[in-house]
Nanobody, 128 residues
Framework: QLQLVESGGGLVQAGDSLRLSCVAS????????VGWFRQAPGKEREFVAS????????YYADSVKGRFTISRDNAKNTVYLQMNSLKPADTAVYYC?????????????????????WGQGTQVTVSS
């Protein structure tokens, strides 16, 4: 059974940077596309970024394009989300997710976020 654990969240000021990590255990992440999602208080969970299993293609929500970078190290079974120029609007719980059949592109356009494996989330709070 694949398990995902996010880390790296915290309280930062606007303009600061954070790097989130999503570490997989129980199974290799190599064949899977992986996505990052976030949920702010009172809002629905939304897509942030996704990456193909090779790392050759990435997709981003318009709200984070140019500020966030998703990457992966398959040898470490880890996917990262580098977040720069953080804004108060980025405040949310951030989750990584995957399954065996969703492509990274499909994750970027999906209207329902139903993936087999989710992490527990990591809180990111950006103060103004």
């Amino acid at each position: 059974q694949l398990q995902l654990v996010e880390s790296g969240g915290g309280l930062v000021q606007a303009g600061d940077s954070l790097r989130l990590s999503c570490v997989a255990s129980g199974r290799t992440l190599t064949p899977y596309a992986v996505g990052w999602f976030r949920q702010a208080p009172g809002k629905e969970r939304e897509f942030v970024a996704s990456i193909t299993w090779t790392g050759s293609s990435t997709y981003y929500a318009d709200s984070v394009k140019g500020r966030f970078t998703i990457s992966r190290d398959n040898a470490k079974n880890t996917v990262y989300l580098q977040m720069n120029s953080l804004k108060p609007a980025d405040t949310a719980v951030y989750y990584c997710a995957t399954d065996s059949y969703s492509s990274a592109q499909a994750m970027s356009t999906a209207t329902t976020l139903k993936y087999d494996f989710w992490g527990q989330g990591t809180q990111v709070t950006v103060s103004s």
